[in-house]
C-alpha cells in the first residue's frame, strides 16, 4: 500500500525495516544518538538533518555515535563489513570525503578484487550532496562523478522519495560498498511510497517521462528541472523525453542510448561542475556508440566550474534551472522540431 511520505522519511523507513529484518545491519555516525537523554528531548538528533532520528529507541545497541573524526568511523565501516557486519555510515557531507576517501577507494573499493573474490565490503556510506540550502562551498557540492570513476563503487543518486527507499534497501542488500547521495534539497520533497520493503536494481534507469523530440538525462535534484522545463516546452510543441539515471555506478547506458537513437538529440543536466562530470562521460559514451543518430550537437547543463558560492543571487545562479534546460533543449531541437 502506497502513501505520500518525504524524501527523508523513505530513507528512515529503508533503514529501520533493513534493521527490524537483518540484526548485521549497523547504523553509525557523528550525532546519530546526539541529543538523547538531554532535558526535553526524549529522542536522538539523528545526525545533522535527523534522517535516522527514531532508529536509536528501537536499536540502541545498533545505532552509534562516533567521534569527528571521518577517517577513522568510515574506516571501521569498511573493517566492519569485511568481519559480516552489514554497517551503514553517515559522511556527513560529501565534502568531507577529503579525510577519508582512502578507506574508501583504495581499501574497501578494493578489497574484493585484491582477495580474489573472498573479501566481501557491504558497506553504505550516506552522504549529503548538492546546493541550495545557504551551506557554502565546503558544504554544497555535488562529487557523484569522484565516486563513479572508482571501480569497486556503487553509487546511487535517487531523485525522488519512492527511488530512495527503494535504491536504499539494495544498497543495504548488496554485497559492494555503495555511495549513497542524498540531496539536502530533497528532503522534504514528497511523493508515493509503499509501506511494505521493496528494492530498485542499480543499474537500471527509468524513463521518467516520454518524449520523441529531445531526450534529458538529468541526475538526482535535477530531474525535477527536467520536469520542470518539459512541462513549459510541451506548449511550444517540443517533445522531451528524461531519463533518469537512478544509479552511476552502474551507468544504464543502454536505456540512453536507445532514447537518442529515437530522438536524435540530447542534453545531460549534471549538478557537478562540468570538467570530468556525468554529463562529460554521458557525452562521451553517445558520441563514442551512437553519433551516427544523433542529429545536433550534445548540450551539457551544469553548474560552472567553480566551488558553490555562498551568496544567495549567486547559488541560485550556480544551479542548474528549469530555464536553462529549456533554452538547452530548444538549441538542440532547433528548426527541425517546430517544422
Same mark, same amino acid.
Given at each position: 500500500?502506497?502513501?505520500?511520505?518525504?524524501?527523508?522519511?523513505?530513507?528512515?523507513?529503508?533503514?529501520?525495516?533493513?534493521?527490524?529484518?537483518?540484526?548485521?545491519?549497523?547504523?553509525?555516525?557523528?550525532?546519530?544518538?546526539?541529543?538523547?537523554?538531554?532535558?526535553?528531548?526524549?529522542?536522538?538528533?539523528?545526525?545533522?538533518?535527523?534522517?535516522?532520528?527514531?532508529?536509536?529507541?528501537?536499536?540502541?545497541?545498533?545505532?552509534?555515535?562516533?567521534?569527528?573524526?571521518?577517517?577513522?568511523?568510515?574506516?571501521?565501516?569498511?573493517?566492519?563489513?569485511?568481519?559480516?557486519?552489514?554497517?551503514?555510515?553517515?559522511?556527513?557531507?560529501?565534502?568531507?570525503?577529503?579525510?577519508?576517501?582512502?578507506?574508501?577507494?583504495?581499501?574497501?573499493?578494493?578489497?574484493?578484487?585484491?582477495?580474489?573474490?573472498?573479501?566481501?565490503?557491504?558497506?553504505?556510506?550516506?552522504?549529503?550532496?548538492?546546493?541550495?540550502?545557504?551551506?557554502?562551498?565546503?558544504?554544497?557540492?555535488?562529487?557523484?562523478?569522484?565516486?563513479?570513476?572508482?571501480?569497486? @563503487?556503487?553509487?546511487?543518486?535517487? &531523485? $525522488? *522519495?519512492?527511488?530512495?527507499?527503494?535504491?536504499? /534497501?539494495? +544498497?543495504?542488500?548488496?554485497?559492494?560498498?555503495?555511495?549513497?547521495?542524498?540531496?539536502?534539497?530533497?528532503?522534504?520533497?514528497?511523493?508515493?511510497?509503499?509501506?511494505?520493503?521493496?528494492?530498485?536494481?542499480?543499474?537500471?534507469?527509468?524513463?521518467?517521462?516520454?518524449?520523441?523530440?529531445?531526450?534529458?538525462?538529468?541526475?538526482?535534484?535535477?530531474?525535477?528541472?527536467?520536469?520542470?522545463?518539459?512541462?513549459?516546452?510541451?506548449?511550444?510543441?517540443?517533445?522531451?523525453?528524461?531519463?533518469?539515471?537512478?544509479?552511476?555506478?552502474?551507468?544504464?547506458?543502454?536505456?540512453?542510448?536507445?532514447?537518442?537513437?529515437?530522438?536524435?538529440? @540530447?542534453?545531460?543536466?549534471?549538478? &557537478? $561542475? *562540468?570538467?570530468?562530470?556525468?554529463?562529460?562521460? /554521458?557525452? +562521451?559514451?553517445?558520441?563514442?556508440?551512437?553519433?551516427?543518430?544523433?542529429?545536433?550537437?550534445?548540450?551539457?547543463?551544469?553548474?560552472?566550474?567553480?566551488?558553490?558560492?555562498?551568496?544567495?543571487?549567486?547559488?541560485?545562479?550556480?544551479?542548474?534551472?528549469?530555464?536553462?534546460?529549456?533554452?538547452?533543449?530548444?538549441?538542440?531541437?532547433?528548426?527541425?522540431?517546430?517544422?
Amino acid at each position: 500500500m502506497a502513501r505520500e511520505i518525504t524524501y527523508l522519511q523513505a530513507i528512515n523507513e529503508a533503514l529501520a525495516q533493513e534493521m527490524e529484518r537483518d540484526p548485521t545491519v549497523v547504523v553509525f555516525g557523528e550525532d546519530n544518538v546526539g541529543g538523547s537523554g538531554a532535558p526535553g528531548e526524549d529522542d536522538a538528533w539523528g545526525g545533522v538533518l535527523g534522517v535516522t532520528k527514531g532508529l536509536f529507541g528501537k536499536y540502541p545497541d545498533r545505532v552509534l555515535d562516533t567521534p569527528i573524526s571521518e577517517s577513522a568511523f568510515i574506516g571501521a565501516a569498511m573493517g566492519a563489513a569485511a568481519s559480516g557486519l552489514r554497517p551503514v555510515a553517515e559522511l556527513m557531507f560529501v565534502d568531507f570525503m577529503g579525510v577519508c576517501f582512502d578507506q574508501i577507494y583504495n581499501q574497501g573499493a578494493k578489497f574484493r578484487y585484491m582477495f580474489g573474490g573472498r573479501a566481501n565490503v557491504p558497506v553504505v556510506i550516506r552522504t549529503m550532496y548538492g546546493a541550495g540550502l545557504r551551506a557554502a562551498a565546503q558544504h554544497s557540492q555535488a562529487l557523484y562523478p569522484l565516486f563513479t570513476h572508482v571501480p569497486g @563503487l556503487k553509487v546511487a543518486v535517487p &531523485s $525522488n *522519495p519512492y527511488d530512495a527507499k527503494g535504491l536504499m /534497501i539494495e +544498497a543495504i542488500r548488496d554485497d559492494d560498498p555503495v555511495i549513497f547521495f542524498e540531496n539536502k534539497v530533497l528532503y522534504q520533497a514528497t511523493g508515493d511510497v509503499p509501506e511494505e520493503p521493496y528494492t530498485l536494481p542499480f543499474g537500471e534507469a527509468e524513463i521518467v517521462r516520454e518524449g520523441s523530440d529531445v531526450t534529458v538525462v538529468a541526475v538526482g535534484r535535477m530531474v525535477s528541472m527536467a520536469e520542470q522545463a518539459a512541462e513549459v516546452l510541451d506548449g511550444e510543441g517540443i517533445d522531451v523525453e528524461i531519463v533518469d539515471p537512478r544509479t552511476t555506478s552502474p551507468l544504464d547506458l543502454e536505456t540512453i542510448f536507445e532514447s537518442v537513437e529515437e530522438t536524435g538529440r @540530447l542534453v545531460i543536466v549534471d549538478e &557537478s $561542475n *562540468p570538467r570530468c562530470s556525468l554529463a562529460a562521460d /554521458i557525452s +562521451a559514451q553517445v558520441v563514442q556508440e551512437r553519433f551516427d543518430a544523433l542529429k545536433a550537437p550534445i548540450r551539457m547543463v551544469t553548474a560552472p566550474h567553480t566551488p558553490p558560492p555562498f551568496s544567495s543571487v549567486l547559488e541560485d545562479a550556480y544551479i542548474p534551472s528549469a530555464d536553462r534546460v529549456a533554452a538547452a533543449v530548444r538549441d538542440v531541437a532547433g528548426a527541425a522540431v517546430a517544422s
